[in-house]
């Protein structure tokens, strides 16, 4: 079984920063993606970005320019690095990891941007 623990949201103004984090534990295959998802409500979930083991990173189109994906592999962690955010940006951000055939996914944590 894998875990997946987000931390780094929180309350933000337009403009501002936010660095999350999302720390894996459990057994999982090294071949895997990690990366962060979206969901607003009532919106459907929708890909930030995502990163292989070899730092290939896929951006959502909102948000290339502002945002940074990076991970840790030696401590099993992928960050996202968000910066210029706008209040279209606030919703709960998912951790996600895929390998072979399987998906996880953390708790989320909150993003709120005011304007």
């Known amino acids: 079984q894998v875990q997946l623990v987000e931390s780094g949201g929180g309350l933000v103004q337009a403009g501002g920063s936010l660095r999350l984090s999302c720390v894996a534990s459990?057994?999982?295959?090294?071949?895997?993606?990690m990366g962060w998802y979206r969901q607003a409500p009532g919106q459907q979930r929708e890909l930030v970005a995502r990163m292989d083991r070899g730092s290939s990173a896929n951006y959502g189109d909102s948000v290339k320019g502002r945002f940074t994906i990076s991970r840790d592999n030696a401590k099993k962690t992928v960050y996202l690095q968000m910066n210029s955010l706008k209040p279209e940006d606030t919703a709960v951000y998912y951790c996600n990891m895929q390998f072979f055939n399987r998906e996880y996914w953390g708790q989320g944590t909150q993003v709120t941007v005011s304007s």
């Open positions: 459990g057994s999982f295959s090294s071949l895997n993606v």
